[in-house]
């Protein structure tokens, strides 16, 4: 019998979901380790499950269970997988057996995913299938804007950071450049800063105002016009191109939607609750179908100080001083003094990369909450629907329902106008019920009797934009408290609790939404509620992925089915599912986050604090066919590093290296990584393109 190769040791002293603890602290601000801001009653995921049969065939759960009971021929990561199959039936023949592995060997794999899986490793560098290569297309710090100088560490200035390229890049779009051959236009968010890896000789306890405003510079968005090599998929910046820009925590916003004007978003510097500067924790996005891209503002709570309301709690906001300290040279971050600045942050931003004159805007109409993603699906009769996670343990998940139909054109009026989409809606918050007995969800993992983990769900209104006024569908809450408390107007409805919902995103071509759920290792811990159907592991650390399917396929349905389509771990763990494919031909899997689609229809999913004790990589499972459920690791980045921002397109595959060198004790002094520029050089966020090395397709 073949194994698995052998996982590497899980790292000691890493956080829950295998972070570092200097990770957690500048990225999150110790998330993990502060009370869950929510302590509301209302029912956990399966909290109400009924007894019912799968809509699945028993047949098709009895052969899942015994694939997973056999453990047949399990195969090492990186060698060629075996078809998902079913075993042979009794009675053929040893020429009919090999002749029928033969055809199977001529696939390897889904269209898409024909390549040879990259083993678990700790190899600091990104690597890569055979017959791949790569560059780095663009760095922290190389500047992008007209003026700026090269990047000089050393010497590091706000003037200069603010016309380079930021600091950890996260979501990525390649749009395309009309009318200029070979090029296309990237446009990166820049998360967070890591001080301690930027600045020698930091003090974390008193940072200077030249470093807090650095900080700043390299805190946002970036747009860079990118040019391809037509021999390679190797892409380059091109510099000082008039498209090129920087948004930055001074860049001047407009608040949009029904918060816009209201008393809750007034502070002393905008009396009018319309202009906001600045965009932070800018994690995963999306693109319209109109063009311009949408940035979910995702853990602000961490850059406010001083807090004492129960709202501030409900949403993180701690009671002392920040990580950062940059109350001490900005009084908008201290929520003593100006406690509406916090309301004004943890929206969606709209940002159109084809205007280097227009102002971003924040979206209210969305709702405020730790925005992960913002994805566009758009209903039969062209109006969009925006489907957004809110990344905390116990919260919830989202949906936004436009009124307003989409234009097509390229003048400044329909332009403006669908520039208007998202402020005219109603926002929906999801309900999910299991269809299991829960005598049969006991917190390890095993499949209830059915043969999966499914049921039904509803999405719950929360409140109605229009162009006039908003409409509040929470009793107790006016419309304007349920776009900026959203987090309560959920707790309200009883929304259904999720573990860590992070990027959701529509399948382009069947049109199933996939939900990744990173971890919660709370779950079932002491009084923390005890595992259910969707949430099937105590002390959940690998998580799992959701696939969701509206009702009639239809994006503006109130009603859907859910079914987890991974649970993700060790496929030798009982505990862990892959769609029903044999697990003896699947890579191991664990904190999935950032999730994109291949044009096959494939789900290809980057990976944050995987606690395998390997480094965190990019991976593609097949989603539908013989094939569905078998996942193969494309790529690992180096160590310390997160995958994130995947773009998979027909040749060429784009990620984001996150926080390189970011293991707990590193410092500019004692670097923790050498990537992407050798010894002796500061590590820094990058962005890296892969391409086949003989030209062809990825994947085929």
């Known amino acids: 019998m073949r194994k698995l190769l052998p996982l590497i040791g899980t790292p000691s002293g890493s956080h829950p979901g295998g972070r570092s603890a200097m990770t957690c602290r500048f990225r999150c601000g110790d998330a993990c380790f502060h009370e869950v801001p929510n302590t509301s009653s209302n029912e956990y995921v399966g909290d109400v499950i009924a007894g019912a049969l799968s809509r699945r065939s028993m047949m098709r759960a009895a052969a899942v269970v015994t694939v997973g009971a056999a453990g047949a021929g399990a195969v090492g990561v990186g060698q060629a997988p075996p078809a998902g199959a079913a075993p042979a039936a009794a009675g053929t023949t040893p020429a009919a057996d090999a002749a029928a592995a033969a055809a199977r060997r001529q696939h390897k794999g889904a269209r898409g995913l024909r390549f040879a899986p990259v083993a678990p490793n700790t190899t600091d560098a990104v690597t890569v299938p055979d017959g791949y290569g790569q560059n780095v297309v663009i760095r922290w710090g190389e500047p992008i804007l007209r003026g700026a100088p090269a990047f000089d560490p050393e010497k590091q200035t706000a003037k200069a950071q603010a016309g380079q390229f930021g600091y950890n890049c996260d979501f990525l779009a390649l749009l395309p450049l009309p009318g200029e051959r070979g090029r296309q236009l990237l446009v990166a968010n820049h998360e967070y800063t890591d001080e301690i890896l930027m600045f020698r000789g930091y003090d974390a306890a008193n940072p200077t105002r030249e470093q807090v405003e650095v900080a700043w510079a390299a805190h946002g968005l970036s747009a860079v016009v990118v040019e391809g090599d037509r021999k390679t998929g190797k892409l380059t910046a091109v510099p000082r191109h008039q498209l ?391 790529l690992t980045v180096p160590k310390g590093a997160e995958t994130c921002g995947p773009i998979i397109q027909d040749r060429r595959v784009l990620v984001a290296v996150q926080h390189p060198g970011e293991i707990d004790g590193a410092s500019v002094e004692k670097p923790a990584s050498t990537w992407p520029d050798g010894p002796g050089k500061y590590v820094r966020p990058a962005v890296v393109a892969v391409w086949r090395a003989d030209g062809s397709d990825i994947g085929v």
């Open 244 to 634: 090129n820009r920087r948004v930055t925590v001074t860049t001047e916003f407009r608040l949009t939607g029904p918060v816009a004007g209201s008393k809750l978003v007034r502070t002393s510097a905008d009396p009018t609750g319309t202009k906001v500067f600045g965009t932070i924790n800018n994690c995963s996005g999306g693109v319209t179908p109109w063009g311009t891209t949408l940035h979910g503002e995702e853990n602000f709570n961490q850059y406010f100080g001083n807090a004492s309301r129960d709202t501030d709690k409900r949403y993180g906001v701690g009671t002392g001083a920040t990580e950062r300290k940059w109350e001490r040279f900005d009084k908008r971050f201290d929520v003593a003094q100006e406690p509406n600045e916090v309301h004004r942050f943890g929206y969606v931003v709209e940002f159109d990369p084809y205007d280097p004159e227009s102002t971003p805007r924040k979206h209210t109409a969305l709702g405020r909450f730790k925005h992960e993603a913002a994805t566009v699906r758009l209903t039969q009769d062209g109006r969009p629907v925006v489907y957004s996670g809110d990344d905390e343990r116990f919260d919830y998940f989202y949906k936004f329902v436009g009124s307003k139909r989409m234009r097509h054109g390229s003048s400044r009026a329909v332009r403006e106008h669908n520039l208007s989409l998202l402020d005219e809606g109603t926002l929906y918050v999801a309900k999910l019920t299991g269809d299991s007995p829960a005598l049969e969800i006991d917190g390890t993992g095993k499949l209830p009797k059915d043969g999966e983990f499914d049921g039904s769900g509803q999405w719950i209104p929360l409140a109605t934009a229009t162009a006039k006024d908003a409409v509040s569908h929470v009793d107790g809450m006016t419309a304007e408290e349920v776009f900026v408390f959203t987090r309560l107007a959920g707790d309200k409805v009883g929304a259904t609790k999720m573990d860590r919902p992070e990027d959701i995103e529509p399948n382009p071509v069947t049109g199933k939404v996939y939900v990744a759920l990173t971890n919660n290792t709370n779950r079932g811990v002491g009084s923390n509620a005890k595992a259910d159907e969707a949430n099937p592991r105590h002390a959940n650390k690998h998580g799992h992925v959701l696939e969701l399917t509206e009702r009639w396929n239809r994006p503006e349905s109130t009603k859907f089915a859910w079914s987890l389509f991974l649970v993700a771990g060790d496929p030798d763990d009982p505990a862990t599912y892959f769609a029903g494919f044999p697990k003896d031909g699947v890579s191991p899997i664990s904190c999935p986050d950032n999730v994109a689609f291949d044009p096959y229809g494939n789900l290809w999913m980057s990976t944050d604090g995987a606690q395998l004790g390997s480094h965190d990589g990019l991976f593609g499972v097949a989603t539908r066919g013989e094939r569905r459920g078998e996942l193969k690791q494309f």
